[in-house]
């Protein structure tokens, strides 16, 4: 049966969104009934990734040993632990140049597991290969990324990363944490819930919204900033609220202990990461539009997404601006909304602002719409209004 003009939409709505061609978009649709975010979660496979370290070759092996940049460092950091260590792997996406961050631990080294320590001998036993699981959108074949792994894991970092001034640049792709992989008490995390709670006023299981303000401000949380949305993402919450239930299932899940200084180190690394790790920055956008509307809403008032697009699409979020002349789009994308749109925003509204959003980085030409495009229709507008202005001239005043 030919596809109606609503399905074939949804293909190249399918297409561009995964990059997948259109018959491959058009069997995964299919296969769930045209249901969109169905179709997607469908197209999402587990990709196991093996780190050997004699395969990565390394660019930083002219450094001292003792500055950890090297394997030689990762090594001896690894035979001297008394527990696993955690480590937070960054590699790209072959086809879509985005990168990919993940965590996984090393065991110590085995007789550190069995109890009797490492015997003082630090490099005498070798760091096991590890083995990393992501689940991802269309992702290569394992062979294509074992050997972009190699290619591009040449920077190794290891950093005790004991301070927050101290954290390392999320730009390398490896780094290390020399924290113990442990178990996180739900009985401590549910403790240190009520501790936070005041029960004169927040209702049982749940801290209201003076409770979570104090609680995210003692972790470090600017209320102004994309940070914000980090911790809203981390807690799983939503604007105002803190629940019991989500709270400890996201420490326990992070491996993070109901301790402010350790829960202050998490929330800051990964805002330190927002701006570089894509599958980051989209769950972390994505969770915005989730804790900024009501329950019972299916959509946000547009005058609090323009807030939202302006702490999130800005430093320590990803500044939506124009890579080859610096145009301002988000400036634009704001004027737009606040000369022509009316209506509140929805969930695919906000999502599709996104994947413009990172498209319009790229290129500045817009080369990439087209009117057959799968974009939303007040996308088709603004790219109308944008170049009407930029005909006139007056673009430049708006972007300024």
């Known amino acids: 049966m030919p596809l109606s003009s609503a399905q074939k939409a949804l293909v190249d709505r399918f297409a561009a969104r995964t990059g997948a061609d259109k018959k491959k978009a058009e069997r995964f649709l299919k296969n769930a009934n045209f249901d969109f975010d169905a179709a997607i979660r469908a197209g999402e ?45 960054t590699f790209f996406c072959v086809p879509s140049s985005e990168s990919v961050f993940v965590t996984t631990a090393i065991p110590g080294p085995p007789s550190t597991m069995s109890g009797q320590g490492n015997q003082g001998h630090p490099g005498n036993q070798r760091m096991p290969d590890v083995q990393v699981f992501y689940r991802g959108s269309f992702t290569p074949n394992e062979e294509d990324w074992q050997q972009n792994l190699k290619t591009n894991l040449s920077e190794p970092y290891a950093s005790t990363a004991s301070h927050l001034d101290n ?114 920055f989209r769950d972390v956008y994505r969770h915005a539009f989730v804790a900024g509307k009501e329950p019972d809403a299916r959509a946000l008032p547009v005058e609090a997404a323009i807030t939202f697009w302006e702490v999130i699409f800005k430093d320590p979020g990803l500044p939506w601006v124009g890579k080859q002349t610096g145009i301002n789009w988000l400036s634009l994308w704001i004027s737009f909304l606040k000369e022509k749109w009316t209506r509140t925003v929805s969930k695919d509204m906000w999502n599709m602002t996104l994947e413009f959003a990172l498209k319009s980085r790229d290129d500045e030409t817009l080369s990439f719409w087209s009117e057959d495009g799968a974009w939303p229709g007040v996308i088709d507008d603004f790219v109308a209004w944008y170049r009407e202005k930029r005909a006139s001239g007056t673009a430049m005043d708006v972007d300024s």
């Open 167 to 280: 954290l390392p640049d999320p730009r390398p792709r490896l780094v290390h944490f020399n924290a113990p992989a442990v178990n996180v008490s739900e009985t401590a995390l549910k403790n240190q819930f009520e501790s936070l709670r005041n029960p004169s006023e927040d209702p049982v299981d749940t801290i209201g919204t003076n409770g979570s303000m104090e609680y995210l401000s003692s972790l470090g949380i600017n209320f102004e900033d994309a940070s914000m949305f980090v911790a809203l993402w981390v807690l799983e919450s939503r604007i105002g609220e803190l629940k019991k239930d989500d709270f400890v299932r996201a420490w326990k899940k992070f491996g993070v202990q109901p301790k402010l200084e350790d829960q202050q180190t998490h929330m800051a690394v990964q805002t330190k990461f927002l701006a570089y790790q894509m599958p980051l």
């Open 45 to 89: 496979r587990r990709v196991r990734v093996r780190i050997s370290w004699e395969d990565v070759h390394r660019e930083a092996a002219d450094l001292p040993v003792a500055s950890s940049r090297n394997v030689a460092g990762l090594q001896n950091l690894w035979s001297a632990s008394t527990a696993p260590v955690q480590l937070c792997i």
